[in-house]
């Protein structure tokens, strides 16, 4: 299986100011079709997660521009560029490149 | 707008069965590629298992710890997914979600989740 660390694991975060959280994988997630299956989901209090971003940096559809993906091979970022106070969750990375489709351990975003 | 709706969670013994569905709208529901994600209490996501679209060959993927004990089939006729779980373990104590595999280029991202069943495993 293929292992997503993330980092952080808590962001304590001023409004206004950026966040980033890196993820990590074990082994490369480029795919045999030459894609990346990196995508990050952000999952609000009490709510289903929320696709942000997949194929490292492609904003999904909704997603506000202060959201954006980086990265390649095995490493990854997700950067808030202004942290609004609905940005408040958890955020997974998530790879999709090969079975078992497999998460990172979620990293808590939160205001100071 | 495609939307999913799971239902079927409940408290249930040890060794017991229960069968999810999640129905799926907003979309031509026998194109539509299925994952199934867990989330433990106060954990992060589990995938599950996927099912593609009968056109993409209907296969089925799980992970570990639930092969040969979790089963996901479709109705086409229904717009609905299925996930049946056999021979529970207290572990499988989850909120069960299913989501919707976006098509096009942002192929095999989760775009579109439920708002999940819990499934409580108890003695």
């Known amino acids: 299986d293929i292992v997503m660390t993330q980092t952080p694991l808590s962001s304590p975060v001023t409004l206004g100011q950026p966040a980033s959280i890196s993820c990590r994988s074990g082994?490369?997630?480029?795919?045999?079709?030459?894609?990346?299956?990196l995508s990050w989901l952000q999952q609000r209090p009490g709510q289903p997660p929320r696709l942000l971003i997949y194929k490292i940096s492609k904003r999904f559809s909704g997603v506000p521009d202060r959201f954006s993906g980086s990265g390649a091979g095995t490493d990854f970022t997700l950067t808030i560029s202004r942290v609004e106070a609905e940005d408040v969750g958890v955020y997974y990375c998530?790879?999709?490149?090969?079975?078992?489709?497999?998460f990172g351990q979620g990293t808590k975003l939160e205001i100071k | 707008e495609v939307k999913l709706v799971e239902s079927g969670g409940g408290l249930v013994k040890p060794g017991e069965s229960l069968r999810l569905s999640c129905v799926v709208s907003?979309?031509?529901?026998?194109?539509?590629?299925v994952s199934w994600v867990r989330q433990a209490p106060g954990k992060g996501l589990e995938w599950v298992g996927r099912i593609v679209s009968k056109r993409s060959g209907g296969t089925v993927e799980y992970a570990a710890p639930v092969k040969g004990r979790f089963a996901i089939s479709r109705d086409d006729s229904k717009d609905t997914i299925y996930l049946q779980l056999s021979s529970l373990k207290t572990e499988d104590t989850a909120v069960y979600y299913c989501a919707h595999h976006c098509g096009g280029d942002c192929f095999d991202a989760f775009a579109a989740w439920g708002p999940g069943t819990v499934v409580t495993v108890s003695s």
């Open positions: 907003g979309l031509i529901f026998t194109d539509a590629w």
């Open positions: 082994q490369s997630l480029v795919h045999s079709d030459g894609n990346t299956y």
């Open positions: 998530m790879q999709a490149t090969q079975f078992p489709y497999t």
